[in-house]
């Protein structure tokens, strides 16, 4: 299983979900590929923001080495399922799609619910990291139960 992790400016939502996601797999001895890239280009060739490092760090999860690149077309063929944070995520990668089988890859993380935006709020990424953590552990469930 390939997944990918997509946010806007991959630096804070989705370095995140791709720590973790790879930290689950990893505890579950799985051997499942997991990326993350951004729909916007500010921050491509960066590390990820500090405090997504930091909140990440408090859980034993080291994103630091991360790298932010930009979600391209090539990557509805690199993946298996890409997860999304918000709407506009989701309009965004929607855009790029060629086909039903890309647009059926696309689903948000938390199913109904989005992931808000942390980048102008600290205070907001000790939730967004218990949001993410949870949309991880249920995505990771039900795949394995093969319910998805
Ligand atoms: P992210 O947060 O999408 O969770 O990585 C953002 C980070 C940077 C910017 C926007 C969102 N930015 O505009 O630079």
Not at 96 to 119: I, Q
Not at 125 to 133: G, K, R, T
């Amino acid at each position: 299983m390939r997944l990918l992790m997509v946010c806007l400016g991959n630096i804070c939502r989705s370095p995140l979900a791709h720590g973790i996601m790879e930290n689950l797999v990893r505890e579950k001895g799985l051997d499942w590929e997991v990326d993350s890239a951004g729909t916007g280009d500010w921050h491509i060739g960066e590390p990820p923001d500090r405090r997504s490092i930091a909140i990440a760090k408090k859980y034993g999860i080291d994103i630091s080495k991360q790298c932010c690149r930009l979600f391209s077309q090539e990557d509805f063929d690199r993946f298996d399922r890409i997860f999304v944070m918000d709407k506009m995520n989701l309009r965004d990668v929607l855009s790029k799609a060629r086909s039903e089988s890309d647009r059926k890859k696309v689903r948000l993380l938390l199913n109904e619910e989005v992931v808000p935006d942390p980048y102008y709020q600290d205070d907001q990424f000790a939730p967004v990291y218990e949001m993410i953590e949870a949309g991880c552990r249920k995505i990771l469930e039900q795949e394995l139960n093969g319910q998805s």
